[in-house]
Nanobody
Framework: QVQLVESGGGLVQAGGSLRLSCAAS????????MGWYRQAPGKQRELVAA???????NYADSVKGRFTISRDNAKNTVYLQMNSLKPEDTAVYYC??????????????????WGQGTQVTVSS
C-alpha cells in the first residue's frame, strides 16, 4: 500500500557529490521519521542519516559535515546530499520511512517501509 522509490545513485570520483532522492507513494496519511541507511559488501546495514517530520536530524559520525538530509513533506520525499565523497562511502543506499497509511478497510495503520536500494560507488 506504500512504495518508496529511490533515485540518484551512481559512480563518482572521490571528492565528488551525489544527491539521492526517495519518494513515497500510496495511501499515505502522514510520514513520521525518514532516513537513509547503507550496506557495504560484507558489512551490516547502518544508519547514515535520519530526519523527523518536524525537521530534527541525526547523522552517523562518519558523514557529519559532508552529508545533509532534508525532506519535502508536501511531496513525501526525502533527500540525501552527499559531498566530499570517499571510497568508504561506497555501498547500497536504502531509504526508510515510518508511515501512517490507510489500510484496506479504511483505518489508519503504521508500518516501516524500505526502498529497493540504489548503488553508490566512489572511486579513488
Amino acid at each position: 500500500q506504500v512504495q518508496l522509490v529511490e533515485s540518484g545513485g551512481g559512480l563518482v570520483q572521490a571528492g565528488g557529490s551525489l544527491r539521492l532522492s526517495c519518494a513515497a507513494s500510496g495511501s499515505i496519511f502522514s510520514i513520521n521519521a525518514m532516513g537513509w541507511y547503507r550496506q557495504a559488501p560484507g558489512k551490516q546495514r547502518e544508519l547514515v542519516a535520519a530526519i523527523r517530520r518536524g525537521g530534527s536530524t541525526n547523522y552517523a559520525d562518519s558523514v557529519k559535515g559532508r552529508f545533509t538530509i532534508s525532506r519535502d513533506n508536501a511531496k513525501n520525499t526525502v533527500y540525501l546530499q552527499m559531498n566530499s565523497l570517499k571510497p568508504e562511502d561506497t555501498a547500497v543506499y536504502y531509504c526508510n520511512a515510518d508511515v501512517t497509511y490507510y489500510n484496506s478497510v479504511g483505518y489508519r495503520d503504521t508500518d516501516d517501509y524500505w526502498g529497493q536500494g540504489t548503488q553508490v560507488t566512489v572511486s579513488s
